[in-house]
């Protein structure tokens, strides 16, 4: 298993997308989190195919800290049922990476 993951999701807004990038990367559940968008998703919900605009959401984060993100993405998400999907970094600086383990590595309360 890969120590160092990118992980997905995506929300109807801007404005919850970097709520949702700012609150995990301040809990150092993520070192960084990339947004883009508008993108169009087109999918089957409710029986229904649909297209919708969305803001992607990308955080670079740990194997470790990986299911605190995916809850704290499920608690603080707006959707009933958020994609939150995670693929392996295989390589990668050892310069980002070993800044990647720094910033998500928890810190004890002052």
Same mark, same amino acid.
């Given at each position: 298993?890969?120590?160092?993951?990118?992980?997905?999701?995506?929300?109807?807004?801007? *404005?919850? @997308? *970097?709520?949702? &990038?700012?609150?995990?990367? *301040?809990?150092?559940?993520?070192?960084c989190?990339? %947004?883009?968008?508008?993108?169009?998703?087109?999918?089957?919900?409710?029986?229904?195919?649909?297209?919708?605009?969305?803001?992607?959401?990308?955080?670079?984060?740990?194997?470790?800290?990986?299911? &605190?993100l995916?809850?704290?993405?499920?608690?603080a998400?707006?959707?009933?049922?958020? *994609?939150? %999907?995670?693929?392996?970094?295989?390589?990668?600086s050892?310069?980002?990476? @070993?800044?990647?383990?720094e910033?998500?590595?928890?810190?004890?309360?002052?």
């Open positions: 298993m890969a120590r160092h993951l990118t992980v997905l999701t995506t929300t109807d807004s801007r *404005e919850e @997308a *970097e709520r949702l &990038a700012r609150s995990a990367v *301040e809990a150092r559940l993520a070192a989190a990339q %947004i883009d968008g508008p993108v169009t998703s087109v999918y089957r919900w409710d029986g229904e195919v649909t297209a919708d605009q969305e803001w992607r959401v990308l955080y670079k984060t740990t194997a470790d800290r990986y299911e &605190a995916e809850a704290h993405l499920l608690g998400h707006s959707y009933d049922t958020p *994609e939150v %999907i995670a693929a392996d970094i295989t390589h990668g050892a310069g980002y990476l @070993a800044w990647l383990d910033e998500t590595r928890a810190r004890a309360e002052p």
